[in-house]
């Protein structure tokens, strides 16, 4: 009977040390921010407002990785004419402009054509993980899934100083 409570104890606190200790894709997100801080990428959780998609009658919010690049080139008057723009992918109505399976979040014919042209060209080779795009005057953020394929950040930071260096 010693032994049986023994056991029972023993298993109790493996147990226990197991529940706390993180999952593969925990430790897996854990080192990819890590490697993303690496590449110059601030990483938080963000909640992010997907437009209302055709035959929807409400827009969606969920809760994602935001993996944002600093723009640290433009002066003054620059940042001040700045137009700030959102897109994301889902197939609605505000899509002027923009590749298909994308749409406008905010922003939709405030671009000038030769940069609404390079957006639309850049949203194409973009990976398929990536829900939503975000530009301001300070930053370039990226909204993804952190798939688990090799070689998936090094693509996002590529693409997204492609963009930054384009200055849309």
């Known amino acids: 009977m010693k032994w049986a409570i023994i056991v029972l104890i023993m298993l109790s606190l493996i147990g226990s040390m197991m529940w706390v200790m993180p999952s593969?894709?925990?430790?897996?997100?854990?080192k990819l921010r890590l490697d993303a801080r690496k590449?110059?990428?601030?990483?938080?959780?963000?909640?992010?407002?997907?437009?209302?998609?055709?035959?929807e009658m409400d827009?969606?919010?969920i809760?994602?990785?935001?993996?944002?690049?600093?723009?640290?080139?433009?002066?003054?008057s620059a940042k001040e004419q700045w137009v700030e723009w959102m897109v994301a992918r889902v197939d609605a109505m505000a899509a002027?402009?923009?590749?298909?399976?994308?749409?406008?979040?905010?922003?939709?014919?405030?671009?000038?054509?030769?940069?609404?042209?390079?957006l639309s060209d850049w949203l194409t080779q973009l990976p398929t993980e990536v829900v939503a795009v975000e530009s301001?005057?300070?930053?370039l953020t990226l909204y993804w899934r952190e798939p688990e394929r090799a070689g998936?950040?090094?693509?996002?930071?590529?693409?997204?100083?492609?963009?930054?260096?384009?200055?849309?």
């Open 63 to 76: 809760n994602m990785p935001a993996y944002s690049m600093l723009r640290g080139k433009l002066d003054r």
């Open 96 to 118: 002027d402009g923009l590749p298909k399976g994308w749409s406008w979040s905010k922003g939709e014919r405030t671009l000038p054509a030769h940069r609404l042209d390079a």
């Open 59 to 61: 827009s969606e919010t």
């Open 152 to 168: 998936a950040l090094d693509e996002l930071a590529e693409k997204a100083n492609q963009l930054l260096a384009k200055e849309i």
């Open 136 to 139: 301001t005057a300070i930053h």
């Open 39 to 55: 590449l110059g990428f601030q990483v938080q959780l963000s909640r992010l407002e997907i437009p209302r998609a055709k035959g």
């Open 24 to 30: 593969p894709r925990q430790r897996f997100q854990s």
